[in-house]
């Protein structure tokens, strides 16, 4: 397949005589009911919500989101040693101050898989799960893993927020209601605990963040308010919002109703603001006070002009940066923010029913979540960047992300298909059965029929319907930039596609959507280079598929002429899905899905430059040495800037070097030099005397000598290292010279920083290499 120019067809209802021999996926059968009636709240919300998103059960995705979702439920949430989870429940305090959270998250993720596979086993995981949680919980109510005088001082709300939500996660759809006097004991004790009344203790600093690790309670506080029906809980919202706003707060509802960056509110901590505004809308809902609304949609506005990747992730460092800085690298896309980014998205899109937020929810979670999450199920990344490797782990031990994942995962069949007051609403074009109820108690079933995002055809059959009028919405993507042409699917305000018709059962509708590729530019630190697009899918480049593993010097070049992209195939190694594909750019080179790339531990990255950096590194080979033995001694001549050299040794210097000495002369013309990591103390040159140079000995015992200076070196001092082409730098720092030179070893100098530590300083190196041209 060629770039295809006219991307988008929209060509109309297809009546149920339509054959779709096309169609190599056929839908499995739906879970056969009775089907799951949740447990009905005491108090109804005070707004409802535009869109009803569906129990479990009712949709049973297949295709690519499917094999994820059963790789998750089978290979981790039912694999999950129970006893590890409450282990530092029952032998306080636990293995670390935060491993509380584990077993509530788990038992959200593991309710709703359970709900929509039906596994028998799974269920009585949970029960037991529950029964020993409960055990644990002390006579006051206190169900945290903290000693009794460590109380209320770092992440124990946190892990009643999560002991909360799991278990009115799982009352709500097991309908044994037994747990709730355990949520109700440790609502009690919070209430009584923090307050603004005498006596009470500030919610503020009884953990992290500005307090808005501890302020996230919110979320199951409105819900056990509405479980339960007590004022007092709804009370208790009230304060915490109370005490965001209090001189130590972190002032989340007023900074974003002033439309300040969310950078800029609390510490800018991407995880506990985003599970903040999850508890938010959720209270919205509730209250109907606009206002909260309005910050939220705020704060999801500014994230998406200013602060989201390509992937849907957000955050490096954990925070919210400064405007459009997004480094490629580092410590970038922790998986609990994408998560929690999923939650706000799904809350908003419950409640405006706006196609915008259902285009968010695809691209993160095809890209994001799926790349976070090791294609078996079995391990999942913390930071998953946009070029690098990727970190799974299947150890919890220091790894929120581990328990966040799957809890993303299994919220995917609660969002794809949906009802809203006007009929049925597609917002994920995977193949999918669902069994429906519309607004008027009717049931409808629904299969999607399609090999997406293998190919772009989406047929619709409506079932069941006995003939009555309904709308049937699809969403019409962003990625498809034609100008649609169907006579049939109709605009609607909410940014859907909708047919309003008196169905016949069995009757089909469908959308083509033809996957275009797009090349995006890169803007600000990677300009110069693009990301390469299929559909809602982001590509990238891995060096597993690419001839001689030369990722540093990859490049999308044709000559300037246009990019042509063809999906093949995957190759054993990426057959993730029935429908796996890879995509051939200009027949010569392979590009993998973000969610594929790099999953045999191999590098991957997402931006790409423009042009190939054609060359042969004439130091391959080389003999490696710095001027100073530190705690870190990768090798700077592997091909790889992220293995890397440093010289923290605890000292200070007054010049580090790294050199590589050859057994025989070389020559070079061009000198490439990848700086390592920073760190908060150190790591970096600083400029303040001078930019780094590149010295050379042109006999083996001969005296260094200073051919130039790496000037494309941000300016820096020892102190501070903030510019981000220093953890964004996969085209390194260069220095060409106008002719070549003869020689034996090459190094780079600098001055070493010191960071916060000036009783030390230190630098770091990826990658030394020089070129022929
Ligand atoms: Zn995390």
């Not at 209802?13 to 089907?35: C, D, F, H, N, T």
């Not at 309670?217 to 308010?225: A, D, K, R, S």
């Not at 609990?336 to 285009?359: H, K, S």
């Not at 780079?748 to 770091?764: E, I, K, L, R, Y």
């Amino acid at each position: 397949m060629q770039i295809v120019s006219s991307a988008f067809a929209l060509t109309g209802v297809k009546e149920s005589m339509m054959i779709s021999l096309a169609l190599a996926v056929v839908a499995a059968l739906p879970r056969q009911g009775p089907y799951i009636v949740p447990v009905a709240d005491v108090v109804k919300p005070t707004v409802s919500d535009r869109q009803n998103f569906q129990v479990p059960d009712r949709v049973r995705l297949t295709g690519l989101l499917g094999t994820r979702i059963d790789a998750s439920t089978r290979n981790r949430l039912e694999k999950i040693d129970i006893d590890r989870l409450l282990e530092g429940y029952r032998k306080r305090p636990g293995r670390q101050s935060w491993d509380g959270e584990h077993i509530g998250k788990w038992l959200h993720a593991a309710t709703l898989a359970w709900v929509n596979s039906g596994d028998v086993s799974l269920r009585k995981k949970l029960d037991q799960a529950v029964v020993e949680l409960e055990k644990c919980q002390l006579p006051d109510g206190y169900l945290g893993t903290y000693l009794d005088k460590d109380r209320w001082t770092d992440w124990d709300v946190w892990a009643h927020k999560y002991n909360l939500l799991g278990l009115l996660t799982y009352i709500r759809y097991t309908g044994n209601r037994q747990p709730l006097s355990t949520c109700r004991k440790m609502g009690d004790l919070l209430c009584q605990t923090f307050g603004d009344g005498p006596g009470q203790r500030d919610l503020m600093k009884a953990g992290h963040h500005a307090g808005m690790a501890p302020g996230s309670v919110l979320e199951p506080m409105v819900l056990l308010y509405r479980a339960t029906g007590e004022a007092r809980y709804l009370e208790f919202c009230q304060y915490i919002l109370r005490a965001w706003e209090q001189p130590n707060g972190p002032h989340i509802i007023s900074r974003l109703l002033d439309r300040k960056g969310v950078n800029q509110v609390g510490n800018g901590k991407a995880y506990e603001m985003l599970s903040c505004l999850n508890g938010v809308l959720e209270l919205y809902r509730s209250t109907g006070d606009k206002r909260l609304l309005r910050a939220s949609i705020n704060a999801w506005e500014d994230v998406v002009k200013n602060r989201l990747y390509i992937t849907g992730a957000a955050s490096s460092y954990e925070l919210f940066q400064d405007d459009f800085n997004l480094p490629n690298n580092g410590n970038v896309g922790e998986t609990c923010v994408t998560v929690t980014w999923i939650q706000l998205n799904t809350q908003l899109l419950r409640l405006t029913g706006e196609a915008r937020f259902a285009e968010q929810l695809e691209s993160v979670s095809l890209n994001q979540l799926l790349g976070a999450q090791q294609p078996d199920g079995r391990a999942w990344g913390y930071y998953v960047q946009m070029e690098g490797r990727k970190p799974y782990s299947s150890t919890l031990d220091g790894h929120c992300c581990l328990s966040s994942g799957p809890r993303g995962i299994a919220l995917l069949s609660t969002f794809a298909v949906s009802t809203d007051p006007d009929g049925v609403v597609i917002n994920l074009f995977n193949p999918a059965v669902a069994h429906l109820k519309l607004r008027d108690g009717s049931p409808v079933d629904v299969e999607i029929l399609t090999r997406f995002p293998a190919d772009g055809r989406v047929q619709v059959r409506v079932n069941n319907p006995n003939r009555r009028t309904f709308a049937v919405k699809m969403r019409d993507p962003k990625w498809n930039a034609s100008p649609e042409s169907g006579q049939v699917w109709k605009g609607s305000p909410d940014g859907y596609r909708v047919i309003r018709k008196t169905w016949k059962s069995g009757e089909m509708v469908e959308m083509d959507l033809s996957l275009k590729t797009r090349i995006v530019k890169g803007d600000h630190a990677n300009a110069g280079k693009a990301a390469v697009m299929y559909g809602p899918l982001v590509l990238a480049a891995d060096e597993a598929l690419i001839s001689g593993a030369k990722l540093t010097g990859f490049g999308l070049s044709n000559g300037g002429k246009p990019r042509v992209v063809s999906p093949v195939a995957a190759p054993k190694s990426r057959k993730t899905w029935s429908g796996a594909e890879v995509y051939r750019l200009n027949k010569t080179k392979t590009l993998v899905p973000f969610a594929d790339a790099g999953i045999t531990g191999s590098r991957y990255k997402v931006w790409i430059p423009l042009e190939d950096v054609i060359t042969q590194n004439v130091l391959a080979g080389g003999r490696e040495s710095y001027s100073r033995a530190g705690n870190l001694a990768e090798s700077i001549s592997d091909d790889d800037p992220a293995t890397v050299a440093v010289t923290f040794n605890g000292q200070r210097a007054d010049e580090d070097w790294f050199q590589i000495t050859m057994p025989k002369a070389v020559t070079a013309k061009r000198f490439t030099f990848w700086h390592g990591r920073s760190f908060h103390d150190g790591g970096w040159f600083d400029t303040r005397f001078g930019k780094p140079k590149i010295q050379i000995r042109r006999t083996a015992d001969g005296p260094w000598e200073t051919v130039g200076e790496l000037a494309d070196y941000p300016v820096t001092t020892d102190r501070e290292a903030r510019d981000p082409r220093l953890v964004n730098n996969s085209a390194g720092f260069t220095l060409k010279l106008v002719a070549p030179v003869r020689f034996f070893a090459v190094r780079v100098v600098g001055v070493p920083s010191s960071g916060d530590n000036p009783a030390q300083n230190f630098s770091s190196c990826g990658d030394l290499q020089a070129f022929a041209k």
